[in-house]
């Protein structure tokens, strides 16, 4: 699924604030008013809050207090150029009325900028809020995470700021879960028993910044899902013993027509077939980090493609799913979609995701927009399992995958157990099966990942100058 930039304003930075928080309706209205600071009409929204005011008006006073008694407020940044510096300023003084002095003592350094002066009783998160919006709007190069400035910080000396931004930057990775890892359990299963079926490299091109060569990749296999755990992860997909998934989508799970492959600013640009409830998702995507308990048969997917993706690298790597910053909660981290013949020939060429095109959000205030495959950064890569209990070369219904480069299609046939991971760069689609298949779904399911190349395993991506040529392969 794709979602692009245009619609994200600064609503999805807000969500997840409320999401990560549990704070309540009022707040979130708030902070809802105040992120979207470049839509039409965003003060109508903040004035209708009374609280909202009231907060604004303690906030205002409060810096007003603070400049009486210092000749500015000050803010450190690190990594950012002279412009960006005047871009900070000057939406400190548009969110609050008054000047602020900005220091770079780290001009190489992670990108952040750290606002001093603060009393821990004023609502900081509006005020962030609000900057980056701000900083979105004037189009300041993510990412650029803000975040208050410890008390006792020497905002002049640089190894004290810098390490008070490592601190902020990891403490917002945490809170909005950027790198949490999947769960796992212990495993007989090795990675030996994977059989490669396609190993194909897509969408070359030459970096001519970096003098690098970019290569997305498809690789099938067999022996990764077996028989046994081919059966668990479709039973997800029913509601029962008395399900016979060769006569159709269970329908007290699935619904015709809720899946699209493909989204847009809230409209379906392609096909769209069978697609599990919203309940029968959120029951997929349970984590225990979140007080659920997640299904057995996703863990084990999810512990073989760890041992798999270890096999695959000599770095460490941290699987994670996609999380939630990224997209919102509109997107889950697992799909599941069933074609049948007769949804015909409309599915379309589509994405799953793209780094580099991802909306404003915390996700990007840690990494920022940047190419799938980039070294030191986060890859997006889908896992696709194909569930059918068969699955006969007549019925069709392979995946398509496009080279844009030559217009080359790549078909993967859809044999029950295999794994197909892929860039989620790589335009592909869906295939509806033949006649011959008759009314018989061809079941799969999806699970979006984004990979970290890490030195200590757990961590985030980037940060060191060792981690610049890390880069985690499939």
Known sequence: ????????????????????????????????????????????????????????????????????????????????????????????????????????????????????????????????????????????ESPLLLSLAPAALDGEDPASVAAAVEEAYLLHVAEYGLCDPVETHHISWTAECAAPVSNVLLDA?????????????????????DEALRRRLLSLLGDGDDWEPARGPDRRVWHDRAFSDTTQHGASHSGASWGLSGERIRALCQTANEGGAPPEAIVELQSRLCELLRHFNAVNVTVCRMPNAVFGEEVPPIAANAPVFADGDCYGWHIDADPLLVPPSPWTDAFGRYPNRSPAKPRFVSALVYLSPEWRPEWGAPTRFLDLPTSKVLEIAPTPGRLVLLDQDVSHAV??????????????????????????????????????????RI
Request: a neutral charge; glycine letters at 8%.
């Open 431 to 472: 295939t509806a099966p033949t006649a011959e298949a008759g009314g018989r779904p061809r079941y799969s399911l999806v699970l979006k990942l984004v990979l970290h190349a890490t030195e200590n395993a757990g961590q985030p991506s980037g940060g060191s100058e060792a981690q610049e040529q890390l880069v985690v």
């Open 1 to 140: 699924m794709f979602v692009g930039t245009e619609d994200s304003g600064g609503g999805l930075r807000s969500r997840m604030i409320a999401q990560k928080r549990c704070i309540s309706r009022d707040v979130l209205h708030r902070h809802a008013g105040c992120a979207a600071m470049r839509k039409p009409g965003w003060e109508t929204v903040c004035r209708k809050s009374s609280h909202c005011r009231k907060q604004r008006c303690s906030l205002l006073l409060f810096f007003a207090c603070a400049a009486w008694y210092a000749d500015a407020l000050s803010v450190s940044t690190s990594g950012l150029n002279a412009a960006e510096q005047v871009c900070v300023a000057d939406a400190m003084l548009a969110a609050t009325g008054f000047q602020w002095r900005v220091t770079d003592t780290n001009p190489t350094g992670r990108r952040a900028a750290l606002l001093h002066d603060l009393a821990e009783e004023q609502d900081h998160q509006q005020l962030i809020d609000e900057v980056a919006a701000l900083l979105d709007a004037a189009s300041v």
């Open 205 to 225: 091109a030459h970096d001519g910044a970096s003098g690098r060569w970019d290569v997305s990749r498809v690789v099938a296999l067999d022996g990764v899902v």
